[in-house]
Structure formats: C-alpha cells, structure tokens
C-alpha cells in the first residue's frame, strides 16, 4: 500500500511523530486502528438502535400519541 499525503500533511505528521517520540508509521498505524475502531462502534450502535426500535415498536407509538 501507498499512502499519499501532500507536503503540508507530511509535514503535520512528522511534527506530530516528534511530539510523541513515535515513527510517523506508527502515528499512522494507530490512527487507522482509531479509524477502524470508531466506524466499528458507529455500526454497532446503529445496528442495535434498528432493533430496538424494531423490539419497542408498540410502546413508541402509543408515546408518540
């Protein structure tokens, strides 16, 4: 894989490496990892929202009434 960045994002991440005392690989290992985690839970709180609202369906509309 290839990552593409322009000079002001390489720039950016090798401030912020330095500022951890990181590699920018590593920088940017972990905010994949962050990425990945977060758009994990997003689904997950979706999906159990769907059932929810698909297993309280009665008591919703008669509160919506």
Wanted: a negative charge; aromatic letters at 4%; glycine letters at 6%.
């Amino acid at each position: 894989m290839t990552l593409r960045l322009s000079d002001e994002q390489t720039e950016a991440l090798r401030r912020r490496a330095e500022k951890e005392g990181r590699s920018m690989q590593q920088v940017v290992h972990a905010a994949v990892e962050e990425y990945i985690a977060r758009h994990d839970a997003d689904e997950e709180v979706r999906r159990l929202g769907v059932a929810a609202v698909g297993r309280w369906r009665s008591v919703l509309d008669r509160l919506g009434e």
